[in-house]
């Protein structure tokens, strides 16, 4: 694939994803690179709901904290029907 064609892919997904309805989330002990990758993401995609889970950490959802995840999950389907 040229180079060319991948711009165009990468900017085709930008624009989608600035319109569209994005959760993000992530643990408060998640790596390093999470906390320095959120707020980048968060002022690309403004409007973005955002989800830090207190206590947990890449392998939240793994560890004991599925309920706690699948929740926020499911209530933001909800909130975008």
Do not use: N
């Not at 320095?36 to 830090?52: D, F, G, H, N, S």
């Not at 889970?53 to 706690?68: I, Q, T």
């Amino acid at each position: 694939m040229g180079i060319y064609k991948i711009v165009a892919v990468m900017l085709s997904i930008f624009v989608m994803l600035a319109t569209a309805d994005v959760l993000l989330m992530w643990g408060s002990d998640s790596a390093e690179a999470a906390g320095k990758a959120i707020p980048a993401l968060m002022r690309t995609l403004p409007q973005a709901e955002t989800v830090e889970f207190a206590g947990m950490d890449h392998f939240g959802p793994e560890e004991g904290g599925a309920d706690e995840v699948a929740q926020c999950v499911s209530a933001f389907f909800q909130s975008v029907q």
